[in-house]
């Protein structure tokens, strides 16, 4: 898609511990169900453009804020809005329930400016919608289609360190923060064929191309019939996504 900016992004979050004390009767025995933006702060975001080969991460730690507080996310926030603030696509995992509300929020609580309305595609939801597996979760889906998979930790006590200070546990969070981004990757476009609502990609060229991934690898399969035309129906031969267009200059088999 070398027409349109998809990134692909993640974040990891670390509670407020002053915060969360004022709501602790409400909060869970396992934290991560109750990381809401109020009571928690950004520790990391990770981001990768699709198919450039490098993988980011900024961490709390890599600004002025963390000697003081370990939450002090501001300066954070501020990238994470000048990262996504120009994508035409955000892909996340789970992102939509989680991740693009939790920095819209902490966004407002430092009085910065929210993000726009951005085309955003969760791979957890197109999974729940168009898959029938175990579960969706990330690493359940990434054993399914023989992907990579996440970076093993810990668990909670990883967060907890971190929260210490730790340099090792920051060096490890930061690789597993970069790690789901490059998990997220491979996942998307394993489903990419799946995933309706892209941008089309025959908006940016002249010559026939695969709407969703902008290949000019197409092959016709057949023909699709609505009420007042034919089309051709085309198998792109790169994502292997499925589209109905006009076929210019298509190979026929």
């Known amino acids: 898609m070398a027409n349109t900016r998809v990134i692909l992004f993640d974040i990891e979050t670390l509670p407020i511990l002053s915060e969360a004390l004022k709501v602790w009767p409400q909060l869970s025995n396992y934290p991560g169900q109750t990381l809401k933006a109020q009571i928690c702060s950004v520790i990391n975001v990770g981001w ?104 093993e930790h810990e668990g909670w006590d990883l967060w907890v360190k971190v929260h210490g200070r730790d340099p090792k546990a920051m060096a490890l969070m930061t690789k597993y923060c970069k790690g789901d981004v490059l998990v997220l990757e491979d996942l998307f476009k394993v489903m990419r064929p799946l995933i309706t609502g892209m941008p089309n990609q025959n908006q940016f060229t002249e010559d026939a191309c695969c709407p969703k991934c902008g290949s000019e690898k197409l092959h016709a399969r057949g023909f699709a019939a609505t009420k007042d035309k034919i089309l051709r129906r085309m198998q792109c031969m790169d994502c292997k996504g499925w589209a109905t267009i006009h076929p210019k200059g298509v190979k026929e088999l």
Request: hydrophobic residues 40%; aromatic residues 8%; charged residues 35%.
């Open 48 to 151: 990768k453009v699709l198919d450039e080969k490098k993988t980011e991460c900024v961490n709390a730690w890599d600004l002025k804020g963390w000697k003081k507080s370990v939450n002090d996310d501001k300066e954070l926030c501020k990238i994470v809005y000048d990262v996504l603030k120009d994508a035409d696509v955000v892909i996340t995992h789970n992102g939509r329930r989680f991740d693009w509300r939790f920095i819209q929020t902490r966004l407002l609580i430092h009085g910065l400016p929210i993000l726009p309305k951005i085309i955003h595609k969760d791979t957890c939801q197109e999974a729940k919608k168009s898959l029938f597996a175990f579960n969706n979760r990330l690493n359940t889906l990434a054993d399914c289609f023989s992907i990579r998979k996440k970076v």
